[in-house]
């Protein structure tokens, strides 16, 4: 079941299609949960009810969720004689060297801006052309062509001053000794509701207005069957 995301209970809700409940004061069927408290455990869990008719309560449990990788960024100057390709490779391994298990999601360059290079294919041969500004490139296009050239713009992308350029990885890695956070979760259950969008946007609105969180819901013929945790 919680191969559906609480992502898809978000579109649905916004998706229109029936009345939102009206924002107000935390559920009031649920007075205790009126403040964000750090103590949300299985009796604050037992205590929600978001409306909806036929509630019948599962099991509410308790369980671990595992540290949240580290975000981190590593910067590594360019040399002289290397490419920004080959700055950017040299810079992912270091990253990868110094911990095999990190997982990069991005590597891009910076430094001080020094222009920009096109790549153009001029009556059939690859020329590299540096301008001041991207946009200049289209005109240096129409100019080649005015002069009877065949071109076809390849790439481009803005270049940096030698001295400043620096590869930046962007990557996390897991925490190892950080210990496994522990959160409540409830399952809840429904009969297959009369109007299946509005009863996925009132639970996700009366679950946000309770302080807590949308793990996972399930609608099947059997009827809603819905996770809820502590944040």
């Known amino acids: ?18 009345a939102k409940p009206a924002p107000g004061p935390p559920s009031s069927r649920a007075p205790e949960l009126a403040t964000a408290a750090p103590e949300c455990d299985d009796a604050t869990l037992r205590a929600f009810d978001p409306g909806l008719p ?30 920004d390709e080959l700055c950017q ?4 391994r270091a990253v990868l060297a ?7 999601s991005g590597v891009s ?4 801006p020094d222009g920009w290079q096109a790549q153009l294919d001029v009556d059939g041969l690859r020329q590299a052309v540096v301008l001041p500004e991207g946009a200049e490139v289209l005109d240096e296009v129409r100019r080649l062509r005015s002069l009877g050239h065949r071109v076809v713009p390849l790439e481009g992308r803005r270049v940096f001053r030698e001295g400043s350029r620096r590869a930046i990885v962007q990557y996390a890695v897991v925490v190892d000794r950080a210990p496994a956070r522990m959160r409540w979760e ?14 996925l946007g009132q639970l996700q609105h009366e679950t946000e207005r309770a302080n807590l969180v949308n793990v996972s819901y399930e609608v099947t013929a059997a009827g809603l069957v819905a996770v809820v945790a502590c944040p």
Do not use: K, Y
């Open 1 to 18: 079941m919680r191969r559906f995301g609480v992502v898809l209970l978000g579109a649905l809700a916004a998706c229109g299609g029936g």
């Open 54 to 83: 036929g509630l019948e309560r599962g099991v509410v449990e308790r369980r671990d969720a595992p540290a949240e990788p580290l975000a981190r960024e590593h910067a590594r100057p360019c040399e002289l004689a290397e490419d």
């Open 89 to 92: 490779a040299r810079a992912r």
């Open 98 to 104: 110094a911990d095999p298990t990190a997982s990069i």
């Open 109 to 112: 360059m910076d430094g001080e």
């Open 186 to 199: 409830a399952t809840l259950r429904w009969p297959q509701p009369a109007d299946v969008e509005n009863a």
